[in-house]
């Protein structure tokens, strides 16, 4: 069957069972959206206001589902708006496919129209990425593309195609998707020296990350913790991996991690970690992190072992594969005076705020008691996303949808979008700052024009709240350029584009408001006004322990 490189992209999708793309047309690739007009009832295309947008609805998109995200641009500034997207989803190991389409052939490299290298900008930033100059080549790699995207550690695949070989035909054949096989570079004896060390410790404790959600490992943490009797903790991208309603769960660990969590690890004498890879953010002075501890790093990735903290074994694979194989090995065991010690850390040292006033925590701990704990959230970067970490209780993987690694201000509100695209029933929330809600909030319409139900929660401090907790501590309060003075009155905004809009100013107002969003049959931005001065805590100094956490009490 003889096809158009374009009408190759097409099936090549519906072979790998893409429903849906993000993107933004533009001249290098009008051919593939007109094949893709052609196929609107079997692929649904989600028009954005910036190609950013697409790239950061992709990812969402893919952590929501489990399943490859794609998005399209075209040439130029259209392939060069996705990059950050790229990159949020390299750093957090998502699976996404992003397609460009170039100038012609003949036309590469010579400064054409919007001509830039987009393969060469992305190659840090990719798992793999191609430039298709032969209409030969497109099928075969674009399936490749989504293998790579989705096995071992998962991350972002681009594939670049140049407009010319879209036009072009040539023979087509159908093929059916080559199963993602499970990774593993471990032997018997690394199970072994894990176990043996695992049944020797008194006082374990578990660091689960990312690739506990990632691997679909939820039932066998729980089961590996349970059986060895240890408390838990988790990362940003960990969250939902072991459920916040478990007794052994003691919080986030890190900068903003729980002092139970903080002081736990730090005491520890065995720490493993399942699916982590000792960022900074939760390590803090490396040299002092869990330093009474044998550390077990399991990972799917090798060079993630010994990379940042030096371990004293380690298993390279799959961590749901790797626990299937752990679990018999090591002895059901109880740890009571070592749980008990954690069940009082806990006690002594609750996550605090201010009930007196209305607050984020209060916010967040409102919605998460009336969505019962079950909503996807998601979050930009800045206090917000610290506060949602620690006061929502995620119960389930894939519920917690964050840049945790790049660090991505504008990230929450494509995401979002792409989250409840990919999950249609579930109760999807944004929860960003005023800060970042000025670098998406044009993707409003895309929600507005496609009735995308996603609520938007603007935590409305007027500063670079974040920025300004570290000015505050550490730079003598010289707030440089870190108080937004805007007179933009979000609500009037968000009604403009088309969303139902509130304002919540006071405490009293906040459970109706939520009530109401979560009742709407419409997109809905809430602008939460607080204080300009809530600071996140507890807090580890830059550059100290762990174990040297800080909260309000302690100032």
Request: aromatic share 6%; hydrophobic share 40%.
């Amino acid at each position: 069957m003889q096809l158009t490189g374009a009408e190759i992209i097409i099936e090549v999708l519906k072979e790998e069972g893409v429903d849906t793309i993000f993107g933004y047309p533009g001249g290098s690739i009008l051919n593939v959206y007109d094949a893709l007009y052609r196929h609107s009832d079997e692929i649904r295309h989600v028009l954005t206001s910036h190609e950013q947008g697409a790239s950061h609805a992709a990812d969402g998109y893919a952590r929501a589902t489990g399943r490859t995200g794609v998005c399209m641009a075209t040439s130029g500034p259209g392939a060069t708006n996705l990059v950050t997207g790229i990159a949020t989803a390299f750093m957090d190991s998502v699976p996404m496919v992003a397609i460009t389409c170039n100038v012609n052939l003949p036309l590469l490299g010579k400064d054409t129209f919007q001509e830039v290298d987009i393969a060469g900008i992305t190659l840090p930033i990719t798992k793999h990425n191609y430039i298709i100059k032969d209409i030969k080549d497109l099928a075969v790699n674009l399936r490749k593309a989504f293998r790579i995207a989705k096995s071992g550690r998962p991350g972002p695949v681009l594939v670049d195609v140049t407009k010319d070989v879209t036009a072009d035909k040539c023979d087509y054949k159908k093929a059916k998707p080559v199963p993602v096989k499970r990774l593993a570079s471990y032997n018997e004896e690394d199970l072994k020296n894990a176990a043996k060390i695992i049944n020797q410790s008194r006082k374990p404790f578990i660091y689960v990350g990312g690739g506990a959600v990632l691997s679909g490992a939820s039932a066998e943490v729980k089961e590996f913790a349970k059986k060895i009797d240890s408390p838990v903790c988790d990362t940003l991208m960990g969250k939902g991996a072991f459920s916040a309603y478990e007794e052994l769960y003691t919080g986030m660990i890190g900068m903003h991690g729980t002092k139970t969590s903080d002081k736990g690890v730090s005491e520890c004498d065995c720490l493993i970690a399942l699916g982590a890879r000792f960022s900074d953010r939760v390590t803090g002075n490396a040299k002092k992190f869990a330093s009474h501890a044998k550390i077990i790093h399991v990972d799917i990735d090798a060079a993630e072992i010994n990379k940042n903290i030096r371990t004293d074994a380690c298993i390279i694979g799959d961590l749901k594969e790797v626990l299937k194989k752990l679990i018999p090995l090591v002895e059901k065991r109880e740890h009571k005076d070592w749980v008990d010690h954690i069940m009082e850390l806990k006690e002594q040292f609750p996550l605090s705020y201010d009930r007196n006033k209305l607050t984020c925590p209060y916010v967040i701990e409102t919605l998460d008691r009336l969505t019962d704990s079950n909503a996807i959230i998601v979050t930009d970067v800045g206090q917000h996303q610290m506060w949602a970490a620690q006061y929502y209780r995620f119960k389930n993987p894939g519920q917690f949808i964050t840049s945790g690694g790049l660090g991505t201000m504008g990230y929450g509100l494509g995401a979002a979008m792409g989250a409840k695209v990919g999950c249609p029933d579930r109760i999807v929330v944004n929860i960003g700052g005023d800060g970042c809600f000025r670098m998406n909030m044009n993707e409003l319409a895309t929600l507005s024009r496609n009735n995308i139900k996603v609520i938007d929660i603007i935590i409305n401090n007027s500063v670079l709240g974040m920025v300004r907790q570290w000015q505050t501590l550490f730079y003598g309060g010289r707030y440089s350029q870190t108080v937004l003075t805007d007179k933009t009155d979000y609500v009037k905004v968000a009604e403009a584009m088309g969303c139902e809009a509130y304002r919540i100013e006071k405490k009293s107002d906040v459970e109706k408001v939520l009530k109401k969003a979560l009742k709407s049959e419409n997109p809905v931005v809430i602008d939460c006004v607080i204080e300009k001065d809530d600071s996140v805590y507890p807090m580890v100094p830059p550059g100290k322990a762990i174990s040297e956490v800080f909260d309000e009490s302690d100032l």
